[in-house]
């Protein structure tokens, strides 16, 4: 079949597809929206308090508006705020999984950034009321007969939970620049804590070294404090388990550019070689629903109607379904996909 035969036919199978699953009387049986996979996850709750907690950091305690019972969690979760701007963010919780009435959350100020921690310290005072979604928990904790856990900074605030549940078995390195913008010091009595301007550049091959036999080691701190832990983990613990968490997805490497068909509004949008199809889609329609960004919640999965996948998500391979994308993590593997979406 010639070029222009396979794009008439492609367009012709799009026209049938708009008509049965988006305009036609049946098509809120047969396609329904996105957003329904998060169904349960939204709630507003008030600020209740506002505390500095190290310099340009800012610890928001949150609670239902009716002072009720929150959703329980465990160390590792984070909460999704939606900011009054309509930014959305994603944030550790690191307070007391016990207390069912208030979440705690805890935001660096990045002057350099796009604008979201920027809004949280200079807009939300106590009283002001957000949506969040969640929690969800990427970064679980694991049972293990030991733990060491390495926080670089902000990186702390996932940590600080498991440090808690760990008790005894656990030991905490804490790393950063300088104590006056390492938050929560105050709660840590028994961390190691070992800023840059005392203790110079902390050497992290060593620092795992210092891991237990069959210990897991949790790592959460800036990316290049990431990508070092993970190349060099399991030559200090082979008999070890390695745990990292994000604050941000990882860049796109190894990427080729393609073309992607928004099935329900037929527009295609070019995705660049370092872009993730997510953004991509997100320039045409702002409302895509997502979460994690990094390929593990499925906030984002949708039905893919044509092409091939290469997928990059965290589902297992047993478990993977070729004819469904995470577009935040996977992409083409060939030069054109056709999602429903």
């Known amino acids: 079949m010639t070029a222009p035969a396979a794009l008439r036919l492609l367009g012709t199978a799009m026209d049938v597809y708009k008509q049965v699953f988006v305009a036609g009387a049946t098509a809120p049986l047969l396609s329904s929206p996105q957003p329904v996979r998060n169904s349960g996850f939204d709630r507003d709750v008030v600020v209740e308090a506002v505390e500095q907690v190290a310099l340009d950091v800012v610890a928001l305690t949150l609670r239902a508006p009716d002072g009720g019972v929150l959703p329980v969690w465990r160390p590792g979760a984070h909460l999704e705020l939606f900011l009054p701007s309509g930014r959305q963010r994603r944030y550790s919780l690191c307070g007391n999984p016990r207390d069912r009435f208030r979440y705690r959350i805890a935001v660096r100020l990045i002057p350099g950034g796009d604008g979201g921690s920027r809004e949280v310290h200079e807009t939300l005072r106590a009283g002001s009321v957000l949506r969040i979604r969640g929690p969800r928990n990427a970064f679980g904790f694991v049972e293990a007969p030991s733990y060491l856990f390495i926080a670089g900074g902000i990186g702390i605030t996932p940590i600080l939970p498991m440090v808690r549940a760990a008790g005894p078995r656990g030991r905490l390195l804490y790393l950063g620049s300088s104590r006056d913008r390492m938050p929560f010091l105050d709660e840590l009595p028994g961390a190691e804590v070992r800023p840059d301007d005392e203790f110079g550049p902390p050497d992290l091959a060593e620092l795992l070294k210092s891991a237990e036999p069959g210990a897991a080691v949790y790592v959460c701190g800036p990316p290049g404090m990431l990508a070092a832990a993970q190349r060099l983990a399991f030559d200090s613990n082979p008999t070890g388990s390695l745990h990292v968490e994000r604050f941000a997805p990882a860049p796109v490497e190894g990427g080729r550019e393609f073309d992607l068909t928004l099935a329900r509004t037929g527009r295609t949008v070019r995705v660049g070689a370092t872009e993730t199809a997510l953004a991509a889609i997100q320039r045409v ?20 109607l044509a092409g091939a996948v290469e997928h990059r998500d965290r589902v297992p391979k047993a478990l993977a379904r070729p004819d469904r994308i995470r577009p935040c993590v996977s992409r083409a593997a060939g030069d054109a996909l056709v999602l429903d979406c």
């Not at 329609?285 to 893919?304: L, M």
């Open 285 to 304: 329609d702002p409302r895509v629903p997502y979460s994690c960004r990094q390929g593990f919640c499925g906030s984002c999965e949708t039905r893919v």
